[in-house]
């Protein structure tokens, strides 16, 4: 049995996405101004509808939606990644690891991108924790007071993990 996957997100995820995006231990550390506002369902809906040059991934543990995981500006320079385990109650288990590990190798075999970068409160520790262990160093100051943290993916399409 499968431990994690991830799947292409659909309309139908929103409201679950929606629901976790409420939960302030979540939403402080995203990388936004608005983080004392949470988005309204119209905010929402516009925002799946007028995605562009990215992919989103309903993240599955033990076939149950957990969380999400994206990859922004893929046609750009340094894509973005990020992720968050919406079920708080599942943190520091590795999910998160087994995740950003399987969509790091999805970004080098699907989308052919070489470099990713994430954007990381400073605050979140374990944030920080995952992405270092995976690769990423800190490059810099990023937007809303957040750190940048780059990563090549110089490993062989081989290589990819399966979970």
């Known amino acids: 049995m499968e431990l994690v996957s991830i799947w ?86 590795g999910i998160g690891y087994l995740v950003l590990d399987l969509a790091m190798g999805q970004a080098v075999t699907r989308l052919g991108i070489k470099k990713l970068c994430a954007v990381i409160h400073p605050d979140n520790i374990r944030s920080i924790r995952l992405f270092t262990r995976l690769g990423f160093k800190k490059a810099g100051g990023a937007r809303y007071g957040q750190d940048l943290y780059e990563c090549s993916l110089d490993r062989p399409q081989e290589a990819v993990p399966e979970y």
């Open 8 to 93: 292409s997100l659909t309309k139908e995820d929103l409201p679950l996405l929606l629901a976790w995006s409420q939960v302030k231990e979540i939403w402080k550390y995203l990388p936004t101004s608005r983080r004392d506002e949470q988005p309204t369902w119209e905010e929402h809906l516009k925002w799946f509808e007028t995605r562009q040059n990215r992919v989103d991934w309903l993240i599955t543990y033990l076939k149950r939606p957990v969380g999400v995981v994206h990859i922004d500006g893929i046609n750009g320079e340094c894509p973005e990644i990020g992720l968050y385990i919406g079920e708080i109650t599942l943190w520091g288990r």
